[in-house]
T-cell receptor, first 112, second 113 residues
């Protein structure tokens, strides 16, 4: 199926640990994004990459580091996890400047 | 910069009744507008979008929305809802050519039998 996929779907970890979330799209898009959805369901962009180059970096702690090995993949690494990092993280992709973003199923991160 | 206000946090309706979910936006530039739906414990699915052209936009599952530039609104409507429409609905805006979506707070649509 053509889609945006994320792994893992659920991630439960202890405070202070380091974890990664992976995202892949096979839609042929050139731009990928990470969004965070908090406990009140509010969605906010974190990062965006176009052809492996960072183009959006919102005010996000530098414990969060995105990496795009190629334009079909965008990973998110989080160091020294904190309780407040608990959220659902969504990956999305689009063609540059077409405006329409397609979302993955989300990764629910719980920090204990 | 853009912002979005969804005027109702919760909307309860009876099955087969019509529904309107309200969305207002603010922007100093021309915009693209979107509605996404999130079913419980699932990702975001695109319902419909306005990029240009006709201001009445039809989407999936019988939903439609009308872009009103003078009122800076993009309200979502469905003439007859089903139990399966129970979900969270998000309005989103981006500046034309911009890369990020700015989302509203979401409206929880609850369908009662």
């Amino acid at each position: 199926d053509t889609a945006v996929s994320q792994t893992p779907k659920y991630l439960v970890t202890q405070m202070g640990n380091d974890k990664s979330i992976k995202c892949e799209q096979n839609l042929g898009h050139d731009t990928m994004y990470w969004y965070k959805q908090d406990s009140k369901k509010f969605l906010k962009i974190m990062f965006s990459y176009n052809n492996k180059e960072l183009i959006i970096n919102e005010t996000v702690p530098n414990r969060f580091s995105p990496k795009s090995p190629d334009k079909a993949h965008l990973n998110l690494h989080i160091n020294s996890l904190e309780l407040g990092d608990s959220a659902v993280y969504f990956c999305a992709s689009s063609l540059l400047r077409t405006g329409t973003q397609y979302f993955g199923p989300g990764t629910r991160l719980t920090v204990l | 910069a853009q912002s979005v206000t969804q005027l109702d946090s919760q909307v309860p309706v009876f099955e087969e009744a019509p529904v309107e979910l309200r969305c207002n936006y603010s922007s100093s530039v021309s915009v693209y507008l979107f509605w996404y739906v999130q079913y419980p414990n699932q990702g975001l699915q695109l319902l419909l979008k306005y990029l240009s052209g006709s201001t009445l936009v039809k989407g999936i599952n019988g939903f439609e929305a009308e872009f009103n530039k003078s009122q800076t609104s993009f309200h979502l409507r469905k003439p007859s809802v089903h139990i399966s429409d129970t979900a969270e609905y998000f309005c989103a805006v981006s500046g034309q050519g911009a890369q990020k979506l700015v989302f509203g707070q979401g409206t929880r649509l609850t369908i009662n039998p």
